[in-house]
């Protein structure tokens, strides 16, 4: 994905970061960069689905809100 895209949705992220965390912290929400639109959805998947159906030429970026990461990929050991 083009890091203008990435950190343009950031930026929108971080301008309505107090909203969407207050309303909305854990889900995830779809930014489409160009329109400053914003999908929240309970999943990844949703959130993409509802950018894709408003922009489907357009990519957007996906973050778990009040997180750092959409996803936490580890390793459990005993």
């Known amino acids: 994905m083009p890091e203008s895209i990435i950190s ?3 930026a ?4 309505q970061r107090e909203q969407l965390e207050s309303e909305s912290a854990g889900k995830f929400v779809a930014i489409e960069p160009d329109s ?3 999908f929240v959805a ?3 998947d949703a959130a993409v ?3 894709v159906a408003r922009y489907p030429a357009k990519i957007s970026h996906t973050i778990r809100i009040g ?3 959409a996803f936490h ?3 459990m050991t005993q």
């Open 12 to 15: 929108i992220y971080k301008q």
């Open 8 to 10: 343009r949705a950031k």
């Open 73 to 75: 990929i580890g390793l």
């Open 36 to 38: 400053g639109d914003v």
């Open 42 to 44: 309970d999943s990844f």
């Open 67 to 69: 997180k750092d990461a």
């Open 49 to 51: 689905a509802k950018a």
